[in-house]
């Protein structure tokens, strides 16, 4: 069967649609070794320069510039926000403004605000990925205050539904407490398990649609592999 990159390419060819899309990745840290990051990066390392090209930002750099090195020789732009939230949504805005990704695909709760923010008046379609059951009854009853995090919850829930096209959820456990703790409709989230191939297949579906819509040729072109 053709692959997706390859079935991407003869589209574009008899169509108006990019030969790349561009994403931009906001990220609270790109260089540490937690899940979130792990796989993020191997969605990079595997779909960059296959029909897609990346560029990321970083809310705030980490210790050892060891990946950000790595992506950089890879001819992929890392940028650095500044320490205080108003500087990083002031820089995210001009780097949009600046470069004109496709998508913006946000990775944990503080990249997601601020891409929310950054791309709340703009056309730019926001992606976002949901990586753990953070509004659970486990978390709450580990709060500290309660309230608090109940209002966060709910900042996020009406951002979510408010600015962003498409979701990620790296579980059926995930999707399920999107949808009842942050009220998100189950057409708006897929899931993308870790460490399996067909990840990136799916990666491709959910970027096309927040770019493009659920136009069924697109579907089946991301699923061609």
């Not at 709760?109 to 056309?123: K, Y």
């Not at 942050?182 to 460490?195: E, K, S």
């Amino acid at each position: 069967m053709r692959c997706a990159s390859q079935a991407y390419r003869e589209m574009t060819q008899t169509s108006d649609l990019p030969s790349v899309l561009r994403v931009l990745v906001v990220i609270n840290r790109i260089g540490v070794s937690g899940g979130a990051e792990r796989s993020t990066l191997e969605i990079i390392d595997g779909l960059h320069g296959h029909g897609f090209e990346f560029m990321v930002f970083e809310l705030w750099p980490v210790h050892g510039p060891g990946v950000t090195l790595r992506l950089q020789d890879a001819g992929i732009p890392v940028h650095v926000g500044p320490r205080r939230f108003p500087g990083r949504l002031v820089a995210l805005r001009k780097l949009i403004r600046s470069t004109r990704p496709d998508v913006v695909h946000s990775v944990l709760f503080d990249a997601d605000m601020a891409s929310r923010a950054a791309t709340a008046c703009s056309r730019t379609p926001n992606l976002c990925s949901l990586v753990s059951t953070q509004y659970g009854s486990a978390a709450m009853d580990a709060a500290r205050s309660p309230w608090r995090l109940q209002v966060v919850r709910v900042l996020d829930a009406a951002t979510g539904r408010l600015f962003v096209r498409r979701f990620h959820a790296v579980s059926d456990a995930v999707r399920e407490h999107a949808r009842t703790r942050l009220w998100l409709p189950n057409r708006r989230i897929r899931v993308v398990h870790r460490g399996v191939p067909q990840s990136d297949w799916v990666y491709r579906q959910r970027t096309v649609e927040a770019v493009f819509g659920t136009n069924s040729d697109w579907r089946g072109m991301c699923l061609s592999c």
